[in-house]
C-alpha cells in the first residue's frame, strides 16, 4: 500500500485538500453573531494578542486599564482594548489549546487584526534557565489535531521567516526571551517519560499546546502571527510550581508586548 492510499485510512490526515476553500467561513459567523448580539458595526485592534492563562485578560477586565471591545462578535470570549506603545492592543484570554486558539484566530484576522501574538504558559523540557522566562518559538512539533486542517503533514510547523526577523531585538531585551522549538499536545495530561525523552531528543525547550497549529494557520492564510512560550512550570514534579512572579506576571507580559509592538513599528 503507497502511502497516498495509507493515509486515506488516517482521517486526520485524509480528505482534506488544502487549497480548496473552505464552505464555512469566519466573516459569515460573525455576521450572524453581530446580528444576535445587536452589536454595531467595526473593527478590533490591528494588533491582538491571545492570553490562553487569562491572568492578564482578567487583570483588564477588573481594572480601569482595559475598555471591553464593543465591536468583537465572538460568542465563546470577550476582547478587551489596552493602549502600549501609543497603539491599541486586544487582548482575549482562556483560548486554551490549539483547536480554540486558531477558531480565535480565524475570527480576529477576519476582524480587522493583522498581527496576532500567542503567550501561552509551558513546561520546561530542557533547563535552559529557571522559570518564568519566554521562548520565542521558532518551530513547533505537531503534535496536535488542527493544524493538519491547514498544512500538509510535516515534523513541525514554523513561524514566518519575516516575523522571526522582525523580532530579533526582542532577544537582547528584557524581560528573558529565548529561541527556540517547542513541542506543541493536545494532550497535556499525556506527557509520558518517554515522549518527554524524544523532546529532549529533538532540542525542545518546553511543551504548550497551540503554536504548531497557530503556526500552520498563519502558513495557510499568509497571516502574521507569533507564538511565545511563557516557561512557568516543570510539569507539577517540583513544590511551589506554576508561579510567575509578582502580580501573576502581568508587569512582564505587558512589558514583552510592548517590545513585540516596538519592533512592529520599526518594521513598518
Not at 480548496?20 to 466573516?27: G, I
Not at 513541525?156 to 522571526?164: K, N
Not at 507580559?253 to 518594521?267: D, M, R
Amino acid at each position: 500500500m503507497n502511502k497516498e492510499k495509507d493515509n486515506r485510512t488516517i482521517p486526520i490526515l485524509a480528505n482534506k485538500y488544502y487549497r480548496k476553500p473552505s464552505v464555512f467561513c469566519p466573516a459569515n459567523l460573525l455576521k450572524q453573531a453581530r446580528r444576535q448580539k445587536s452589536l454595531p458595526s467595526g473593527s478590533v485592534p490591528e494588533i491582538c494578542v491571545l492570553d490562553p492563562d487569562g491572568d492578564l485578560s482578567s487583570y483588564l477586565r477588573d481594572s480601569s486599564i482595559g475598555k471591553r471591545n464593543p465591536y468583537w462578535a465572538c460568542y465563546h470570549t470577550d476582547l478587551y482594548n489596552i493602549e502600549l506603545e501609543s497603539l491599541s492592543v486586544g487582548v482575549i484570554g482562556r483560548a486554551v489549546g490549539a483547536s480554540f486558539a486558531v477558531l480565535v484566530a480565524e475570527e480576529l484576522f477576519a476582524s480587522g487584526c493583522r498581527l496576532l501574538i500567542s503567550i501561552t504558559s509551558a513546561g520546561q523540557i530542557k533547563p535552559v534557565h529557571k522559570p518564568p522566562y519566554f521562548i520565542l518559538i521558532d518551530r513547533a512539533l505537531r503534535d496536535e489535531g488542527t493544524s493538519y486542517h491547514y498544512i500538509q503533514e510535516s515534523t513541525y510547523a514554523s513561524i514566518r521567516p519575516d516575523i522571526l526577523a522582525m523580532l530579533n531585538g526582542i532577544i537582547k531585551k528584557k524581560p528573558l526571551v529565548i529561541q527556540g522549538a517547542v513541542w506543541t499536545t493536545d494532550a497535556p495530561f499525556r506527557e509520558t517519560k518517554e515522549a518527554i525523552s524524544f523532546a529532549r531528543s529533538e532540542n525542545l525547550l518546553a511543551v504548550e499546546m497551540e503554536a504548531a497549529a497557530l503556526y500552520a494557520f498563519a502558513q495557510a492564510r499568509k497571516k502574521k502571527v507569533v507564538c511565545f512560550a511563557h516557561v512557568t512550570n516543570q510539569m507539577g514534579l517540583i513544590d511551589k510550581d506554576f508561579e510567575k512572579g509578582k502580580d501573576n506576571g502581568n508587569a512582564v507580559l505587558l512589558q514583552l508586548i510592548s517590545n513585540v509592538i516596538h519592533e512592529w513599528k520599526k518594521a513598518a
